[in-house]
C-alpha cells in the first residue's frame, strides 16, 4: 500500500474515532514531535555547519586514513 493510500484510511479511521483517550494520545504523540535540530545546542549547530561547509569544500579526510591513525584505540 502506497503512503497516499495510508494517510488516508488514517484520516477516515480518525474522522470516525469517538475515544477521548485516543484522541488525547494522538494529539500529545503529535505535540512530542520535534526536530532533532531544535533539540540541540546552537554551539553544535554551529559545528554542524562547519563540517558541511569543510564537506562542501573538499576538506576532508578519507574514512580510510582516519581508520589507521586512530586503529590502535578501536582494537581494545
Do not use: C, F, T
Not at 494520545?25 to 562547519?50: C, Q
Amino acid at each position: 500500500m502506497d503512503i497516499q493510500a495510508e494517510k488516508i484510511q488514517l484520516i477516515e479511521w480518525l474522522a470516525s474515532l469517538n475515544k477521548p483517550s485516543v484522541i488525547k494520545k494522538l494529539v500529545a504523540l503529535r505535540e512530542k514531535e520535534k526536530d532533532w535540530w531544535d533539540e540541540i545546542s546552537e554551539d553544535e549547530k554551529a559545528e554542524i555547519k562547519k563540517g558541511l561547509a569543510q564537506a562542501d569544500s573538499k576538506q576532508v579526510v578519507p574514512h580510510h586514513k582516519v581508520m589507521a591513525k586512530y586503529k590502535k584505540w578501536l582494537s581494545k
